[in-house]
């Protein structure tokens, strides 16, 4: 797809989906409207496993069916290429397509009511990042195209539907069994930004552009964990810009919801895991809203430029913390990122020589969920933390980045632009930025230089860390000290005796006790506490490893733990067999992640 965008791009999409749980697929039509760029008699579209069944094609007014062929492409799944008449520089186009999804669509995930967490109705939910909304409608699949949709879905009455775009409200179906809700994105947004939920599902407001959806029997908890959404969007909005997308919505997605949150345009998808009762991991938010401006308004060129996307909402994220409380936080965060999260990335999932630890990368035919780690988010935000260290003035360097994002708005952007405008917004430090070793940063594999933080909250959680990894030393046996800690700096404690297992010997039963870990309802913490006990072979632990990964279908927890699992020949065949018992209440990502483990 990387060539054909470049003479026919889409500008809009409408679609007319009828949402089939018997099937397990979508069906309907599609009309795409056109700009075409260069001369050409084929427009070529990414799909995986649809079916397609008829191709109308509009020329100027005039229209026709249309041939049309579907060739394979490898894992990126399949082509089509509708044939035409030779189309001008100028043409105006407008293809109708009449399709359905399959019922191993990448993109979505069937719920029957037993797997939701109220267990009364179906439920879907999509997850088009990063390739995947080829699976559910013919487009063209990369972030370098952006378009604007509109959509007429019909699902069953009792049901609420939901997209990435504006409600314009609902009315019944012809047939009196159904209910088609109505939906506009005015604002042009690639592909994997596509978004649909159909579930069971209550609405609270949160205020007069902010709500949060969730099955019923969670709706009270989600409105209270996430109450302060529109605080945090008003910070984001002092710092990047004006919020451009109308509402910011979050719903409360079931459990096997492969990520922590994805930002959809107008509707935030959320895991359950953030529920923790005392609004300690917001942070995600934080994160999903900054993406209104880095990611969503401006879109990194291509996956191979990931970093542009998520290194820069790492950054906005964490100034939105330093700004709600303080930059210690901030710092804290930024070395919490790069020592406990990108070095193990670096040196323990990947190898330091690894394509997929630089920042540009080269994923050739990959799929780009095969390079997904944290190095595009903590390596990227290093840098970016860096450049504003070297420069030496961090309000000046804010400026630039809400600069930036105006400058940029609405399009995708590749690292080489946005490095000139770096130049050129600072062309009195250029001698601080030639400083830089740039092919180290953006084109070599391994760890960067690391930045230099404010380590004060930090050496609190290393110096308690310590006393259960220093050879000899007393262990603690009062938990008061770690109770009084924040949950980002009790992670740091477990993270950092994590680093030190080594010395750590057989003080799990004791670290357990002292700090009540096997209570911990904070899923952060939790799952440190799971990884620590895995890494040390406490044998204790597997049965609560296997309950939770069991449980919980985010990645981000599931995919260490079974790598674990499977790494240890005492709880090989058990992992493995529930694995596979498991799969088909499994996001098909998921299952993908946790399947290329075994290989």
């Keep these: 797809m990387q060539q054909q965008f470049f003479q026919v791009s889409v500008t809009h999409y409408a679609l007319k989906w009828k949402v089939d749980f018997e099937n397990k697929n979508i069906g309907g039509d599609v009309r795409v409207n056109l700009d075409v760029k260069q001369d050409t008699s084929q427009i070529v579209f990414d799909t995986r496993d649809l079916s397609i069944q008829a191709v109308v094609v509009n020329v100027n007014g005039c229209s026709k069916d249309s041939e049309f062929t579907i060739k394979d492409n490898g894992d990126l799944g399949q082509k089509l290429i509708v044939s035409t008449a030779m189309l001008k520089s100028g043409d105006k186009v407008i293809l109708d397509i009449k399709y359905e999804s399959s019922d191993r669509a990448a993109a979505i995930q069937f719920l029957t009511a037993e797997q939701t967490t109220d267990r009364v109705a179906p439920y879907l939910f999509s997850q088009c990042q990063a390739i995947n909304a080829r699976s559910i409608v013919p487009c063209m699949d990369t972030p370098s195209v952006k378009s604007t949709y509109e959509a007429e879905v019909c699902v069953p009455s009792g049901l609420t539907c939901l997209m990435s775009a504006i409600g314009q409200g609902s009315k019944p179906s012809p047939c009196g069994k159904r209910t088609v809700f109505l939906f506009k994105q005015p604002v042009a947004i690639p592909s994997y930004l596509l978004a649909i939920v159909v579930g069971h599902l209550e609405r609270k407001d949160i205020s007069d552009r902010c709500a949060v959806w969730a099955e019923p029997s969670q709706a009270e908890a989600s409105f209270y964990e996430f109450a302060e959404t529109e605080k945090i969007l008003k910070v984001a909005e002092e710092i990047a810009g004006k919020y451009v997308w109308g509402r910011y919505d979050l719903v409360v997605l079931p459990a096997t919801f492969p990520f922590g949150g994805m930002e959809n345009p107008c509707l935030t998808f959320i895991t359950p895991t953030l529920l923790a009762g005392d609004r300690s991991l917001v942070n995600v938010i934080a994160h999903e809203i900054s993406h209104s401006w880095t990611g969503n ?78 190095v595009p988010y903590e390596k990227g935000s290093a840098l970016l933390f860096t450049i504003e260290q070297a420069i030496g003035d961090n309000a000046r360097f804010e400026e630039f980045l809400k600069s930036y994002i105006q400058k940029f708005a609405y399009k995708s952007v590749s690292t080489d632009e946005w490095k000139e405008y770096l130049y050129d917004t600072f062309s009195d430090k250029k001698v601080i930025l030639d400083n830089i070793d740039w092919g180290l940063w953006l084109h070599k594999a391994g760890l960067p230089p690391k930045p230099k933080y404010d380590s004060t909250l930090m050496e609190a959680c290393k110096d308690l860390a310590a006393k259960w990894t220093t050879e000899g030393s007393t262990v603690p046996t009062d938990g008061e000290p770690f109770a009084k800690m924040s949950n980002s700096q009790k992670l740091a404690v477990i993270d950092a005796i994590r680093v030190n297992r080594g010395t750590f010997g057989d003080r799990m039963p004791m670290l357990t006790a002292t700090y009540k870990l096997d209570q911990a309802k904070n899923a952060e913490l939790k799952f440190s506490w799971l990884m620590l006990g895995l890494e040390t072979k406490w044998a204790p632990i597997v049965d609560v490893s296997l309950a939770f990964a069991l449980a919980v279908g985010r990645m981000k927890y599931c995919k260490p733990i079974y790598r674990s699992l499977f790494g240890w020949n005492a709880t090989r065949d058990r992992a493995v067999s529930q694995f596979k018992a498991n799969i088909p209440n499994m996001h098909p990502i998921t299952v993908k992640a946790i399947q290329s483990l075994l290989k």
């Design 297 to 374: 308004l401006v879109t990194n060129f291509s996956w191979e430029h990931f970093w542009l996307n998520e290194g820069f909402t790492v950054f906005l994220e964490r100034k939105i913390h330093g700004r709600m409380y303080g930059e210690l936080e901030r710092q804290f965060e930024s070395q919490c990122g790069f020592e406990e999260s990108l070095i193990r990335t670096v040196n323990d999932v990947f190898g330091p020589d690894h394509e997929y630890t630089k920042l540009v990368q080269n994923l050739g035919n990959a799929d780009p969920d095969d390079a997904f780690s944290s």
